[in-house]
């Protein structure tokens, strides 16, 4: 399995800049990618990246040369960003040629105002 | 309407009780994935499916059972629901496999087994 870590959880305060950091064995040539879970809902995917810096209208990610860790940086957050964050890599292609991937426990961020 | 859906959205049984879980998508995508999540456990892979007719276990089948006769349906069945299952369901799919390929996500179903 292609494994993550990343912190448990974090709290920020609104108008900061939050950074979550991932760790991962990459034992594939795989994307690094994001997610956004809320309370009662499923999660939904954010950003998305291979190496070196990617940036769309919700987030920056930010991945060195060795591709061993990403840094997910949310701008500015809000309290409505208040939620659970997963990284994900995807794990090595079974015997049939299918890849699925692990999620996780994620980080908790946790906005204060 | 187009996307995800999965049926019921709670349910409520009994230990030793068979339940099927529902999962419908309408874009096509060739994979698709069944999680449970329970409390400080993020989410944990069930079952997931390359396509119809193909199906593979993940971290936690014991005590499930999937199937996929056709792409859009994805039915995750507990044969004898037990406690240890109560727990909140997610259908998934994607249009390949690995993690460069989206997930999209249902909105989910709560199951509570007495």
Redesign the interface.
């Known amino acids: 399995l292609a494994k993550t870590t990343q912190p448990i959880s974090m709290d920020s305060y609104e108008g900061q800049e939050v950074n979550i950091t991932c760790s991962h064995n990459i034992a594939t040539n795989d994307y690094i990618t994001w997610y956004q879970q809320f309370p009662s809902q499923g999660p939904r995917f954010i950003i998305q990246g291979y190496k070196t810096k990617v940036t769309n209208e919700v987030a920056s990610l930010f991945i060195p040369a060795d591709r061993k860790s990403s840094t997910l940086s949310l701008p500015r957050v809000s309290l409505s960003d208040t939620a659970v964050y997963y990284c994900l890599v995807g794990d090595p292609m079974n015997s049939g040629g299918y890849q699925k991937v692990t999620f996780g426990t994620g980080t908790k961020l946790q906005v204060i105002p | 309407d187009a996307g995800i859906t999965q049926s019921p959205r709670y349910k409520i049984t009994e230990t030793g009780r068979q339940v099927t879980l529902m999962c419908h998508q309408t874009w096509s995508h060739s994979y698709m994935?069944w999680?449970r999540q329970d409390l400080?456990?993020?989410?944990?892979?069930i079952y997931?499916s390359?396509a119809a007719d193909?199906t593979?276990k993940?971290?936690v089948p014991d005590g499930y059972v999937v199937s996929r006769s056709k792409t859009e349906n994805f039915p995750l069945t507990l044969e004898s629901a037990t406690r240890s299952q109560t727990s909140v369901y997610?259908c998934?799919s994607s249009a390949g496999?690995?993690?460069?390929n989206?997930?999209f996500?249902?909105?989910?179903t709560r199951l509570t087994v007495l």
Not at chain 2, 105 to 108: A, M, Q, S, T, V
Request: hydrophobic share 30%; net charge negative; no cysteine.
């Open positions: 994935f999680y400080g456990h993020g989410l944990r892979l997931y390359a193909i593979d993940g971290e997610f998934a496999g690995g993690s460069y989206e997930q996500f249902g909105p989910g």
